[in-house]
């Protein structure tokens, strides 16, 4: 009885380790493989990319409209795996009104879209789908929904946002139409050097003209200067005897 137990564990430790082995063959999935997904996948925003401006109106809770202008600055990220998206919202006094940040990502396992936003001091995680026309994602919020939609049309992103609730029209809460300025690198631009970079040489005629007036101030001072082994003269301050001839 004590020999089957042994090697009844024995059996069990092999059929682990056998199970470990193939888990471990299978190993992660490849890292090149996934960032090519994870490319592919951003080239279906890249209407997205550059810097955007324009105006925007929103709906606030008491049925008031705020209008003001809108900006979004749009770029790849990480090799191009990633978009990062900041917007702006101005009052007429050009103050900052509102500012918010994304990241939107690609999971090649779910072959999903995902948005992270941070905006007012909140943050999500939130379903991104990319459109024919454009884009769209949406904002849960209690018993309604906040659904963003996006075209970008040429030179031009109109956006709206649209709060859904069951057994109600959707309520157009907020809009924006923005004209794309130019293109832009952010915010992939600025990375830092792995080294220092290196001193670039002076030019010749730089070092010859920092030569010549070390020399020229040289000069000036030696020619200020007691010459060597010349024994400074003394002044004597003792009265010269009057004169006989009756000079003074």
């Excluded at 137990?5 to 024995?10: A, E, G, Q, R």
């Excluded at 190993?27 to 994870?38: I, V």
């Excluded at 990062?84 to 072959?111: L, P, T």
């Excluded at 884009?135 to 659904?147: H, Q």
């Amino acid at each position: 009885m004590v020999e089957r137990s042994f090697w009844l564990k024995v059996c069990c430790a092999v059929a682990c380790l056998a199970a470990a082995t193939v888990s471990m063959a299978q190993g992660r999935p490849d890292t090149e493989a996934l960032l090519s997904a994870q490319r592919e996948a951003m080239r279906a925003l890249s209407r997205m990319d550059g810097v955007w401006r324009g105006e925007s109106r929103i709906v606030l809770p008491n049925g008031q409209t705020r209008a003001g202008i809108q900006t979004e600055r749009i770029g790849p990220m990480l090799g191009g795996t990633i978009k990062v998206i900041e917007g702006r919202g101005y009052d007429a006094q050009g103050g900052v009104a509102f500012n918010a940040f994304g990241i939107v990502s690609f999971d090649a396992a779910s072959k999903g879209y995902s948005m992270r936003s941070y905006a007012q001091g909140h943050a999500g995680d939130f379903v991104f789908q990319p459109t024919p026309d454009g884009y769209k994602w949406e904002l849960p919020l209690g018993p309604a929904t906040i659904r963003y939609t996006a075209t970008i049309q040429g030179d031009t992103l109109h956006e709206i946002g649209e709060r859904i609730a069951a057994g109600a029209e959707p309520q157009r809460i907020f809009e924006m139409t923005l004209k794309r300025v130019g293109d832009s690198d952010w915010p992939a631009a600025g990375a830092i050097s792995p080294r220092l970079r290196p001193r670039a040489p002076r030019p010749a005629a730089a070092a010859t003209s920092a030569r010549s007036a070390h020399r020229a101030r040289a000069g000036r001072r030696g020619c200020r200067s007691r010459p060597r082994g010349r024994p400074r003269a003394r002044r004597s301050h003792a009265r010269r005897p009057p004169s006989t001839n009756g000079e003074r």
